[in-house]
């Protein structure tokens, strides 16, 4: 296939002549087009690359290492690729307020963002970028600064009828959110509509807004792989879970990830369920870990340090409020208050947890121990702390449990 060159041409993007751009694009047989950085608003030339690029499927649009400023939102089309020269290398930004994602993918299907820096600041509403009824999308190898509301969003909005469906983001940045809602929103989120997600190698830390580094919300299926929750400039909770609907289960793996310096380290909240291995709770100064859904979930070969809180006295590094949950084969090292505790208080009767194979060394706490059923604490290493007490605790079983100087 011949090249073609794209010379320069003067555009127009919402009605509004757009500055003298340069769009020097190369179309190579492999399907790339490249577009280099330009004085003013480059979206009307990354718009144009992008409408070609749609037109011969596979086609990548590379943008070269520099600064694009743009008004309004990229939308990626099926089956395109839109790559910058490396995070911090190609840097998107806005040269106005906008009330919308910076990029975005809706309703498609093939799509990949990879290689940029995408920078919020001047945003309002939504966040840097937004996958919405996506099937097969990824996000490689970006990082967002500045988002608002959320930094990465894989879901669907209301007006959508579909889902977003194997989708991955992964060896991505999140940092310096400056809003968020509350409204199960997070600096990287699998949201409402998001189906079999993978998040994986991916940082969030620095949230301005103070607000859930991670999320999965009514997002079935979603993976947390060696991600990273650093609550060191910022952020409430690393990892927080929940779905709408206590018949409605909402399955979460969470394996291998880093939780810290936050005020809680993760939360298995409404109809979660969470399968967490091999994951590292450090000063998280409230609760490490907090089960409190519908569902059971299992900790296997977890670290516990200097989790639970001084001032509440049942916060520990694993607080129970919810039954037939299991944490097993983990270590507990100084943590506040004790190292679980079981709160009967709570929204659910206490029922079916298991405390097995594990190294505790700050002890369990039974908390309005009425209505704790069922418990089992086994096989233990009670390293010094003494087991607790159970004059007063009913249908508790405690076997193989060995206590340590």
């Known amino acids: 296939m011949r090249n073609r060159w794209l010379t320069a041409f003067r555009c127009k993007s919402m009605g509004v002549t757009g500055a003298l751009v340069l769009l020097s694009a190369v179309l190579y047989a492999q399907n790339v087009i490249k577009v280099k950085p330009v004085s003013g608003n480059a979206r009307p030339a990354i718009a144009e690359a992008l ?44 040269a106005t307020p906008l009330r919308g994602a910076l990029v975005a993918s809706h309703n498609t299907s093939d ?57 991955e983001v992964s060896n991505c940045i999140a940092s310096g959110q400056r809003n968020w809602t509350g409204d199960s929103k997070a600096q990287i989120i699998a949201g409402d509509g998001s189906t079999n997600t993978i998040i994986r190698n991916c940082v969030s830390e620095h949230f301005n807004a103070n607000g859930d580094l991670f999320g999965a919300d009514d997002a079935p299926g979603t993976s947390f792989i060696r991600c990273t929750a650093d609550g060191t400039g910022g952020g409430n909770c690393g990892i927080w879970l929940e779905g709408n609907g206590k018949n409605k289960l909402v399955d979460v793996k969470i394996d291998s990830c880093t939780v810290k310096d936050l005020f809680e380290g993760i939360g298995v909240s409404e109809s979660s369920e969470a399968n967490i291995t091999n994951t590292t709770f450090t000063n998280c100064r409230s609760r490490g870990l907090w089960f409190r859904s519908y569902h059971p979930s299992v900790a296997d070969k977890c670290k516990f340090d200097h989790c639970g809180s001084a001032s509440q006295s049942y916060y520990t590094a694993v607080h129970f409020e919810s039954s037939n949950n299991v944490v097993s084969n983990s270590k507990f090292n100084d943590n506040a208050n004790g190292d679980f505790s079981i709160f009967t208080g709570g929204r659910y009767k206490i029922v079916g947890t298991k405390i097995r194979n594990n190294a505790i060394t700050k002890g369990i ?32 079983r405690m076997y193989k449990n060995v206590q340590m100087n």
């Open 51 to 94: 409408r070609q690029a749609q037109q011969q499927k596979g086609s990548r649009v590379q943008l070269d290492a520099g600064t694009y400023t743009i008004d309004s939102t990229l939308y990626v089309p099926s089956g395109v690729q839109l790559a910058g020269a490396g995070i911090d290398k190609t840097i998107i930004s806005l």
């Open 365 to 396: 706490r039974f908390v309005f121990e009425n209505g704790i059923d069922s418990t089992e604490i086994s096989g233990n290493k009670f390293i010094g702390c003494l087991p607790p007490n159970l004059s007063n605790v009913k249908r508790v």
């Open 111 to 167: 799509v990949t963002v990879t290689g940029l820096t995408l920078d919020f600041a001047k945003g309002i509403n939504e966040g840097c970028l937004v996958f919405a009824n996506v099937q097969n999308g990824r996000v490689e190898s970006v990082k967002t600064i500045n988002g608002f509301n959320y930094s990465i969003w894989i879901g669907r909005f209301n007006s959508d009828k579909g889902v977003s469906n194997n989708c």
